[in-house]
């Protein structure tokens, strides 16, 4: 009995930054959801216990780890998966070498498997989409937003009804024509192992001097986001974005110990994308993951002009000149149906 999906990677607007109990996160965020950054998984149920892990067709034994703690996390949800061996086969449509995050859109994909097959089994999932949520959180915090299309909320918060700690939501309130469709061009610049992880990371927020300030915003930024999605206000999705993802470095900048992901290419790009968007008008914008790569954000109408600076004032500050394109997409697909 096998399942398989294709599930996308997402970027978040608000980030998430700082977590407690199994994954629950300390504050709202919200993303949107790619579509060419992608994991294809193939769970297949087998009567040799034990977990294997193949990576584009090898065998990798590093991997079975982190499925073996998602595996131990789902169980509590899904007893059933103990009764199997589980044989993975996994592919990523970005290369591996270039720094993007898979945890987001492989812990997705293989919850997705998950509560497909516990369905084939006969096990009865009242909301199966969230069901897969929740098992992606367990998996890795934000992947449980890939669970989704477009615009996905994680994290309770006052101005989205719906909204869960425990499960990604489609954003619910609605959102102007400029957004569907948004462009991110990741521009590497480091693609290395990153030089502190995200789980340090959050560890760093439970002692961090601004942690109460932080945690409050985020909730402002979400409820903030509600008219500028409507409206379809660049300018202001511009800034705020922006601030978010400076705050987040900032956060580490100011984390005890304190470090830094960003690196001088990171800047240089930063730099070059407000010139550009003060000289020329285009409503071209940043974010950034926990990492020193810079997510390139424009609505589809500025893409001729906005895909002509990437390739003249973003490249050459690259790691070996490379960029993915990409924009946000509807969400993660069955494979076998
Ligand atoms: O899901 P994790 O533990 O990899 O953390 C992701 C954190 C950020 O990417 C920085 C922000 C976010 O909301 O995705």
């Not at 915090?141 to 918060?157: I, K, Q």
């Not at 609605?174 to 990153?194: E, I, N, T």
Request: proline letters at 6%; one cysteine or more; charged letters at 20%.
């Amino acid at each position: 009995m096998k399942s398989a999906f294709r599930a996308p990677s997402n970027i978040a607007l608000v980030k998430y930054w700082g977590k407690y109990g199994v994954q629950l996160p300390s504050n709202p965020s919200i993303s949107f959801t790619l579509d060419a950054c992608a994991t294809e998984t193939t769970l297949e149920l087998t009567e040799t216990p034990g977990i294997r892990v193949a990576l584009d067709g090898v065998d990798t034994p590093s991997f079975v780890p982190k499925v073996a703690q998602f595996v131990e996390r789902a169980a509590t949800r899904h007893p059933w998966l103990k009764d199997y061996g589980l044989n993975v086969q996994t592919h990523n449509s970005f290369p591996h070498s270039s720094g993007i995050a898979s945890s987001a859109s492989g812990m997705s994909a293989l919850a997705l498997c998950v509560v497909d097959l516990a369905r084939q089994l006969g096990h009865e999932v009242a909301d199966p989409k969230q069901e897969a949520s929740i098992l992606a959180r367990l998996g890795s915090g934000s992947a449980c937003r890939s669970v989704f299309g477009g615009l996905v909320v994680w994290g309770e918060t006052h101005s989205i009804p719906g909204s869960s700690q425990e499960f990604g939501v489609e954003y619910p309130h609605p959102v102007h024509d400029v957004f569907r469709g948004y462009r991110d061009v990741v521009a590497l610049v480091d693609v290395g192992q990153k030089a502190v992880s995200s789980t340090t990371g959050h560890q760093l927020m439970e002692q961090h001097p601004f942690r109460s300030q932080r945690f409050a915003q985020a909730h402002d930024h979400l409820a903030s986001l509600g008219p500028i999605l409507a409206s379809g206000d660049l300018e202001a999705f511009m800034e705020l974005v922006e601030l978010e993802a400076l705050t987040l470095h900032g956060l580490m900048m100011s984390s005890s110990p304190s470090y830094i992901l960003m690196r001088p290419n990171t800047l240089r790009i930063i730099e070059a994308i407000r010139g550009f968007r003060r000289e020329t008008g285009t409503p071209i914008s940043f974010t950034l993951d926990a990492g020193a790569n810079v997510h390139i954000l424009f609505p589809e109408h500025a893409e001729q002009s906005a895909l002509q600076f990437v390739e003249e004032q973003v490249k050459p500050w690259c790691k070996d000149g490379r960029a993915i394109a990409d924009r946000v997409g509807q969400g993660p697909v069955s494979l076998l149906q």
